[in-house]
């Protein structure tokens, strides 16, 4: 049995950094049935993903469908929630507001790295692409290790 029904990928504005890591996940796993969702944190009203991460993601073979950014909320999360950020200052808001989540890690943190997952919003194309190219390996480092626990 899985130790987390819910995965939940944050990002500042669930434009572009979370939705690409939703996106690569679902593409890797398809037979588990723990639920995968992206929100931000700073979401003031519904947007479609950046077109720049739209662009990048089509180019890899894959899309969120309709995806507009929503914002991360206390019942989207329970103790069977893990909750992956790209930053750790988005970690330390998640668990400063969040009484609810316990276990939340940047996603490198979960993958055994350091640092931060640059915000690539506002860079070019290729900032996008490395983006995409460093979130698809820290993704691929947490399929395998939710399968090993």
Same mark, same amino acid.
């Given at each position: ?10 990002? @500042?504005? $669930? &434009?572009?950094?979370?939705? /690409? ?12 049935? /723990? ?38 909320? @206390?019942? +989207? ?11 750790? $200052? *988005?970690?330390?808001?998640?668990? +400063? @507001?969040? *009484?609810?989540?316990?276990? !939340?890690? &940047? ?9 931060? !997952? ?23 480092? &947490? ?7």
């Amino acid at each position: 049995m899985e130790k987390y029904h819910k995965l939940i990928f944050v990002c @500042t504005g $669930n &434009t572009c950094r979370s939705p /690409m890591a939703e996106a690569i996940y679902k593409s890797l796993e398809k037979i588990s049935e /723990m639920k995968i969702i992206s929100r931000g944190l700073v979401v003031l009203f519904g947007e479609p993903i950046n077109p720049k991460a739209d662009v990048v993601l089509k180019k890899h073979d894959l899309e969120l469908s309709n995806h507009v950014s929503k914002g991360l909320k @206390t019942s +989207d999360i329970d103790e069977n929630t893990l909750i992956l950020t790209m930053t750790a $200052n *988005q970690k330390k808001k998640v668990i +400063d @507001t969040y *009484q609810n989540a316990i276990n !939340v890690f &940047t996603i490198k943190e979960f993958a055994g790295e350091m640092g931060d !997952v640059v915000d690539p919003y506002g860079g070019s194309l290729i900032d996008y692409e490395e983006c995409y190219i460093e979130l698809a390996r820290l993704v691929k480092k &947490t399929v395998y290790k939710l399968h090993e626990d």
